[in-house]
């Protein structure tokens, strides 16, 4: 069992870069998948990006793809979202989700993942 803290959020212009963190906390990290979502105001949490426990497989939502670029360092207990060319619409709250799951496959559901952290905010100004 872990607590996820999220951190690294803030406001940037369109265009920029961001970089948030998950750190884990209370147990092992290394055997937990984990991913990022994101919800802004009036809409449903949805998919950002998800890593498997040994990071050697990656998935992204289609309106992140080749602009985010998920990671993690599990001696470190932490996950990563590197951010890039922000635009307006990813303004929302990030979210970090993690499941203890020892499979090397990638998981896009809410409903998959049980540990959630708190969130941190994302303003992209244009």
């Known amino acids: 069992q872990v607590q996820l803290v999220e951190s690294g959020g803030g406001l940037v212009q369109a265009g920029g870069s961001l970089r948030l963190s998950c750190a884990a906390s209370g147990g092992t990290f290394s055997t937990y998948a984990s991913a990022w979502f994101r919800q802004s105001p009036g809409k449903e949490r949805e998919f950002v990006a998800a890593?498997?426990?040994?990071?050697?497989?990656?998935f992204y939502a289609d309106s992140v793809k080749g602009r985010f670029t998920i990671s993690r360092v599990n001696a470190k207990n932490t996950v990563y979202l590197q951010m890039n060319s922000l635009k307006p619409e990813d303004t929302a709250v990030y979210y970090c989700?993690?499941?203890?799951?020892?499979?090397?496959?990638?998981?896009?559901?809410?409903?998959?993942?049980?540990?959630w952290g708190q969130g941190t905010q994302v303003t992209v100004s244009s």
């Open positions: 989700a993690a499941r203890n799951w020892l499979i090397g496959q990638v998981e896009t559901s809410r409903a998959f993942y049980d540990y």
């Open positions: 890593i498997s426990w040994s990071g050697d497989n990656t």
